[in-house]
């Protein structure tokens, strides 16, 4: 297993001979401004420059879009990617979408397991926010709240869980407890709304699913790249270094982190 940063909560996972693209956002630095409902609208985003080029961050075989976010999928990412290409998403709403936008390969996700090239794929529920609270604000302004995470599963490689764009909740735990994962990827700039609530892990989330999961190899990303981020990688290297966590990664922007020796 191969994992590459790529920028934001977009990165490559080369699993069981298959290379996956998750969460393609592509646009330019400064493309868009801030969201209203969020800290720091002022600041343009992405607040980075993409570490490679297009052409090679979409050579995969397949791309999974944990949820239809400006942050997650964009209009590069539509006008690049084959629209053959395998696609995976977490509901039909996501589905009808992406098939709007010309694609023929769309997949929903299930929760029970999902068979691709002998992978079992399992989506994992998320609280992408507080959902008694965030839910709400989603609704009034006709973003959808609803993300999924993402088990990969294969008989010669490591268990991985992508938690995907949620805070530390029940869902998570549970599915820590039922996938025991070696390799866990979370999204932890704790991106922050206007009333203050994070809507991904901030360091206490970090440091709980540490907590769960003492075997497991944690990585950070979604890191820098927001206007609505709260928590750098900074911020996460101090958490780090000041409780000698040796289990906890943040790779840069087009770092690879490779477990193929470790297999």
């Known amino acids: 297993m191969k994992i590459t940063q790529i920028r934001n909560a977009t990165i490559t996972i080369e699993y069981n001979n298959t290379k996956f693209l ?6 330019p630095k400064d493309y868009m401004p801030g969201f209203d409902t969020a800290i720091n609208s002022q600041i343009r985003q992405p607040r980075v420059d993409l570490p490679f080029e297009i052409e090679k961050i979409i050579d995969v075989d397949a791309v999974i879009i944990t949820h239809i976010h400006p942050d997650h999928w964009d209009e590069f990412a539509e006008k690049s990617l084959n629209k053959n290409i395998k696609i995976f998403v977490q509901s039909s709403v996501d589905k009808d979408y992406i098939l709007s936008k010309g694609f023929k390969n769309v997949e929903i996700m299930q929760e029970f397991g999902t068979e691709y090239n002998g992978i079992t794929l399992y989506k994992t529920r998320t609280q992408h926010g507080r959902r008694e609270i965030i839910e709400p604000i989603c609704n009034s302004i006709g973003m959808p709240y609803n993300a999924m995470g993402v088990v990969f599963k294969a008989q010669n490689e490591k268990t991985l869980y992508i938690a995907g764009d949620t805070i530390w909740c029940g869902e998570v735990s549970e599915a820590i407890k039922k996938y025991s994962p070696d390799i ?3 999204n932890a700039c704790a991106a922050t709304v206007l009333n203050g609530e994070h809507i991904i892990m901030n360091i206490e989330d970090v440091k709980n699913v540490l907590d769960a999961a003492p075997n497991s ?8 790249t927001v206007s609505h981020l709260s928590v750098t990688r900074d911020d996460l ?4 270094n ?3 966590i040796d289990k906890l990664l ?6 690879i982190i490779d477990f193929t020796d470790n297999n």
């Open 237 to 240: 290297k101090e958490f780090k």
């Open 217 to 224: 190899t944690v990585i950070a990303s979604h890191m820098d």
């Open 22 to 27: 998750i969460d393609p956002w592509l646009m």
């Open 184 to 186: 866990i990827i979370v």
């Open 242 to 244: 000041k409780n000698n």
């Open 250 to 255: 943040i790779p840069n922007d087009g770092e």
